[in-house]
């Protein structure tokens, strides 16, 4: 089939690049979000799926808006036959939606219904799931309600971050995607209707929303720190500046320490929350690079009884 591919971030590339070295399809144009400034510079720099496409000699569309004329009449000029869609960051109209004959696909990583929305990988995390995955499914006007063509299942481990999770879903649906353009174009492929119990919201996690408090449990405070690295990155206040949490670990048989207590070994360094004390494995001060816990409460020499959170 003649495909138009739509993403924008890294986690995007793994099905990219499985669809341009199909030799069923072939990825006339890829649609991704406009540059953006990154680094310290904070210099305009091309997404990471329109690098890729531009090294392959792709073409690549950037619009300021998916419902803009001058995007829509090049997509048609194109004339996809179906438009797989991973990450793409942006509502797409029912204009974008009508062109191509197979319609746009989406690959999800969740197991819909559950999580719909922007974080399904963290809000997994958050909420303890065993077991997670990625869909394939259908994209209409609905949030992530379409039928499914398929899925992939993933087992979540012990210490997964999202990145972690992310990053191995990733490239099981970078197949999921491909078998899917390969079953819609041989015709024996049909998305079956999500089911209506089991329906769950992922929206955006912020940077407020990572702030932890010491009041939750450890098992708590360990899912948050887990499911915001790498980004936005769980956070807490030490001495009115913020502290970024990279790893924490259950410390079950510690529960002497009040909520945010900060207590220090010659080898670690622990803080108290609702439930049992976690040890702080890596943390990363603000305007420094990580650090072991231990490094860190070396260097800021912590008092008897100092706290975390402000």
């Known amino acids: 089939m003649r495909l138009v591919f739509a993403g924008t971030p ?40 329109a690098q890729r496409a531009e090294e392959a000699g792709i073409e690549v569309l950037k619009p300021a808006r998916p419902r803009d004329a001058d995007f829509l009449a090049r997509l048609r000029e194109i004339a996809p036959d179906c438009c797989p ?21 989406n690959l999800h990583f969740s197991l819909l219904p559950a999580w719909r929305g922007a974080a399904p990988v963290q809000h997994a995390l958050l909420a303890g799931d065993e077991v997670t995955g990625a869909s394939a499914f259908q994209i209409e006007e609905g949030l992530d309600s379409g039928p499914v063509f398929g899925v992939v299942t993933e087992a979540v481990r012990p210490t997964d971050t ?19 353009m390969d079953g819609i174009e041989d015709g024996a492929l049909k998305a079956v209707p999500q089911p209506a119990d089991g329906v769950s919201l992922a929206p955006k996690i912020g940077v407020e929303d990572a702030r932890v408090d010491w009041s939750a449990p450890a098992l708590r405070v360990d ?12 956070w807490t206040v030490f001495r009115g500046e913020r502290v970024k949490l990279v790893s924490v670990a259950a410390v079950p048989d510690r529960a002497d320490l009040a909520p945010g207590e900060l207590a220090v070994t010659k080898k670690a360094v622990y803080a108290g929350t609702g439930s049992h004390a976690v040890e702080l494995a890596w943390v990363r001060p ?15 020499r912590i008092a ?6 402000g």
């Open 10 to 49: 890294e986690v995007a590339l793994p099905a990219l690049d499985a669809l341009i070295a199909s030799d069923r399809h072939t990825v006339a144009a890829v649609v991704t979000r406009p540059d953006a400034p990154a680094g310290r510079g904070r210099r305009l720099e091309a997404s990471p799926v």
């Open 85 to 105: 869609v991973v990450a793409y960051g942006a509502l797409l109209p029912r204009a974008a939606l009508d062109i191509p004959a197979h319609g746009w696909v």
């Open 162 to 180: 999202s990145g972690d999770l992310l990053t191995r879903l990733a490239l099981a649906g970078a197949g999921l995607l491909t078998a899917t």
């Open 223 to 234: 899912r948050l720190v887990r499911a915001c690295t790498p980004a936005p990155g769980a």
């Open 286 to 300: 603000q305007g420094k690079k990580p650090m072991s816990g231990a490094d860190w409460a070396r260097g800021a």
């Open 304 to 309: 008897a009884g100092e706290r975390l959170g």
